[in-house]
């Protein structure tokens, strides 16, 4: 129970309904309980004067004990049941914030699909304990109390005799309680890895279609689909032993009760209106009974879940928020100054240097073009900026202060940020460009997507702006989705622009109507351009070129040409490659 402890917040937001769930049960207990006394009553009445009045009187009350008890088990499960699905709802939005503030380590090491499962079973496994769960252990209880207490008044040593086999009850109930958490557990690991695996062959369908591999993922997820099945029927199995052992151990009570009973009546000391009641609070202590394995399974499951949800709740994000402004709207003015001091950097204390003694200073409104071969550590560099991963060695500041002291809000809201990897959401062209903006001007959408080239493209939908995207945009091409991401960088109006190899799925001809389009924009903004293409930065302010990490060369255009070392080597062979394709 040491995980389900900290649903106490949650329970605590929802006591008064919860005081009141537990006050109808209460009720409804009390009538039902009443109904085997009122039974026993109109038996031995019957007997003993045989009067059809009498019957007629116990009847009603007998319906309207009954039809009260039904009203309040109503009012029960308004009150309890509706709480459990206001606390998987709190639940679950606490979640994914506390998801969204994880830096981008985490999700490195964390598998969507292992997310999406803690999201959906393991939250649902919990809401199952704080409904169903809570609100059997509460009529359990009350049930169980009065039944004992109205079955003593009738017979004490009886009502002894008929409670011995709970004791070997609870034990059952622990060791297969035990079983079931150590399953349970198996099948939630199980299910993230199906659900893992469902992620990835949709996200990457182009690629299972484009090497013919249906039949082999189809294979692979059958297989994980089977060790699921086989791990839910081993927990079923255990389970379904639970609710036979429980219905043997109360039936021995019945038998003994009915001996005994028997033996009661004939001696004088018991009726048989006490003893007819007797077995019917033996059946009413049934479910009790067998309830306490369903309830003790619901809590090992929730225990479980919440063990694995805790584990994310108390991840704490390595890349920690400075302090707010205060004052005005709480934000801090950004200019756009950038400047990196000696910095080193690698993506684990395992893994090989990514960025070495790096000493870079980009003046506000300055247009930098970063170029290198493969790997030399361009994204890093500019990933560095918006602190999607922290630096540990050296120092990179903002407008002459340690990144590290301006608010991550102040920061990001700063950085219109397009990265190799475009993402647009399942939603209207126009709401993925007005992204950033919470309130959001159409014109400055069609101004951002004029310039950033996808305007034509989305005037000749039937729909136009309101066209709807499929998954991460797949109803547009590659070139498509980097221009709408430019468009979205555009309209958050940002301070400092990078664009993290924006235009190579964009031809040159193309490329040159955004950067001339974008020379109005740039201009007062700091802007990162990065690029395999000398065209794209000839023009820069400065070009820095890196190489395993290291700045190599930096300068302008027409110097790095001169200096003939990488820039040149790279220019006089694409320069090269332009005059082949023309042959």
Not at 223 to 238: E, G, H, P
Not at 338 to 344: A, D, G, L, S, T
Request: hydrophobic residues 45%; charged residues 20%; neutral net charge.
């Amino acid at each position: 129970m040491t995980y389900l402890k900290r649903l106490r917040p949650y329970l605590r937001k929802y006591r008064k309904k919860l005081i009141i769930g537990f006050i109808v049960i209460t009720f409804s207990a009390v009538f039902t309980n009443l109904i085997p006394f009122v039974i026993s009553r109109a038996i031995d009445q019957i007997i003993s004067k045989a009067e059809f009045a009498a019957l007629y009187k116990y009847a009603a009350l007998t319906v309207g004990f009954a039809a009260l008890s039904g009203v309040f088990l109503y009012f029960t499960r308004q009150t309890i049941i509706v709480v459990s699905r206001e606390i998987e709802n709190d639940l679950r939005n606490d979640f994914l914030e506390h998801i969204l503030i994880q830096d981008q380590q985490y999700f490195h090491f964390h598998p969507t699909g292992d997310i999406m499962a803690l999201a959906t079973n393991d939250i649902s496994a919990v809401r199952n304990f704080l409904g169903p769960g809570i609100m059997y252990t509460g009529e359990t209880m009350i049930n169980f109390t009065l039944a004992i207490s109205l079955m003593v008044s009738f017979n004490m040593e009886l009502t002894l005799i008929a409670v011995l086999p709970i004791p070997l009850i609870s034990y059952v109930v622990y060791r297969i309680g035990k079983s079931i958490n150590y399953k349970f557990e198996l099948v939630q690991d199980q299910f993230s890895k199906l659900t893992t695996k469902a992620q990835e062959n949709l996200s990457g369908i182009k690629v299972v279609k484009a090497y013919v591999r249906e039949e082999s993922e189809s294979g692979s997820f059958r297989d994980l689909s089977t060790d699921y099945m086989m791990k839910n029927l081993s927990l079923a199995k255990v389970q379904s032993f639970s609710y036979p052992m429980m219905f043997l151990l109360t039936g021995f009570s019945v038998i003994i009760v009915l001996y005994l009973g028997g033996n009661k009546i004939i001696n004088g000391e018991l009726t048989i209106g006490q003893l007819t009641a007797f077995i019917i609070y033996l059946g009413l202590l049934t479910w009790p009974i067998i309830s306490l394995g369903w309830i003790i399974n619901l809590t090992q499951r929730a225990e479980a879940s919440m063990k694995r949800l805790c584990i994310v709740f108390d991840n704490k994000p390595e890349i920690e928020n400075a302090e707010p402004v205060t004052g005005g709207n709480g934000k801090m003015t950004i200019n756009g100054e950038i400047e990196f001091i000696n910095v080193n950097f690698r993506y684990g204390t395992d893994l090989p240097y990514v960025l070495k003694n790096v000493n870079l200073k980009i003046k506000a409104g300055e247009t930098i073009g970063v170029i290198g071969h493969t790997g030399s550590g361009k994204s890093t560099l500019v990933n560095l900026i918006p602190r999607l991963f922290d630096i540990h060695e050296g120092s990179l500041n903002i407008d002459g202060k340690n990144v590290k002291l301006v608010p991550l809000s102040s920061l990001r809201t700063s950085i219109g940020y397009v990265p190799q990897e475009t993402f647009l959401f399942s939603d209207s062209i126009e709401n993925n460009i007005a992204y950033s903006e919470n309130k959001f001007d159409k014109d400055k959408v069609i101004h951002a997507a004029k310039i950033s080239q996808i305007y034509k493209d989305v005037d000749s939908f039937p729909k136009r702006f309101d066209t709807l995207l499929g998954e991460r945009g797949i109803n547009l091409s590659g070139g498509q989705k980097q221009r709408a991401s430019i468009a979205r960088a555009i309209v958050s109006d940002p301070r400092i622009l990078i664009l993290d190899d924006a235009f190579s799925a964009v031809d040159t001809y193309t490329e040159e109507a955004i950067l001339y389009g974008l020379k109005e924009i740039m201009k007062g903004r700091t802007t990162i351009l990065i690029s395999h293409r000398v065209s794209t930065l000839k023009n820069s302010d400065r070009i820095v070129v890196l190489k395993d990490g290291m700045i190599a060369e930096t300068g302008k255009h027409e110097n790095l040409i001169q200096q003939e070392g990488i820039y040149a080597d790279i220019y006089f062979k694409q320069l090269l490659e332009e005059e082949l394709k023309e042959l």
